[in-house]
């Protein structure tokens, strides 16, 4: 098991930056895919990046794609979500996720550790 704890939500304007964490402790990261996750109040939960500890692989959903950049730094055991151009709609609880699989969109509930998430909130 994995413990994830976020941090670097807030508010901000529409068109600014933002940048969350997420340090694992529990077990070396270096075997885990680690992603991030967001959900908007009134709706499900929804995938927006994630990235291989051992390869640096990273994928983004459109949504975010070219806006959100994710990254690790090893020394540190930590994930990062680097979010620019944040708009109103990236409004959300931002959660840190982490499991064993190789597939990069397979995070079943059993298996996948999750943070407690961080709020996000873009004002217009």
């Known amino acids: 098991q994995v413990q994830l704890v976020e941090s670097g939500g807030g508010l901000v304007q529409a068109g600014g930056s933002l940048r969350l964490s997420c340090v694992a402790s529990?077990?070396?990261?270096?075997?885990?895919?680690m992603g991030w996750f967001r959900q908007a109040p009134g709706k499900e939960r929804e995938f927006a990046a994630a990235?291989?500890?051992?390869?640096?692989?990273?994928d983004y959903a459109d949504s975010v794609k070219g806006r959100f950049t994710i990254s690790r730094d090893n020394a540190k055991n930590t994930v990062y979500l680097q979010m620019n151009s944040l708009k109103p709609e990236d409004t959300a609880v931002y959660y840190c996720?982490?499991?064993?699989?190789?597939?990069?969109?397979?995070?079943?509930?059993?298996?996948?550790?999750w943070g407690q998430g961080t709020q996000v909130t873009v004002s217009s």
């Open positions: 996720a982490a499991n064993p699989y190789s597939g990069i969109y397979y995070w079943p509930t059993l298996g996948t550790d």
């Open positions: 529990g077990r070396t990261a270096s075997g885990l895919k």
């Open positions: 990235i291989r500890w051992s390869t640096g692989n990273t």
